[in-house]
């Protein structure tokens, strides 16, 4: 089973910056690519960007130019650095990894998410 826990959100003005973590646990072979989605109140979840183990990344266009996604293989850790924030991007934030289990299975897994809220 794996698992997958997010950590970073919280309260910051609008032009302050923000940076989530990721960390995925549990009984992993490899991880072929984690990303980063959100959900505001009314809203679907939508992408905000993904980086898989071959260094491919994607941004969704709202976020292009303001965050950036890194990963930590060894560590098994996915990062969102976001900057120059707006109240647009308040949202519960949620990490999705997907990879391949220490018995051979394929997995994908959601974290519980955690809040963002840009306002002054």
């Known amino acids: 089973q794996v698992q997958v826990v997010e950590s970073g959100g919280g309260l910051v003005q609008p032009g302050g910056s923000l940076r989530l973590s990721c960390a995925a646990s549990g009984s992993i072979f490899s991880i072929y690519i984690m990303g980063w989605y959100r959900q505001a109140p009314g809203k679907q979840r939508e992408l905000v960007a993904t980086?898989?183990?071959?260094?491919?990344?994607n941004y969704a266009d709202s976020v292009k130019g303001r965050f950036t996604i890194s990963r930590d293989n060894a560590k098994k850790t996915a990062y969102l650095q976001m900057n120059n924030l707006k109240p647009e991007d308040t949202a519960v934030y949620y990490c999705n990894a997907e990879g391949i289990e220490t018995m051979g299975l394929s997995f994908g897994s959601w974290g519980q998410g955690t809040q963002v809220t840009v306002s002054s």
């Open positions: 980086a898989t183990s071959e260094g491919r990344i």
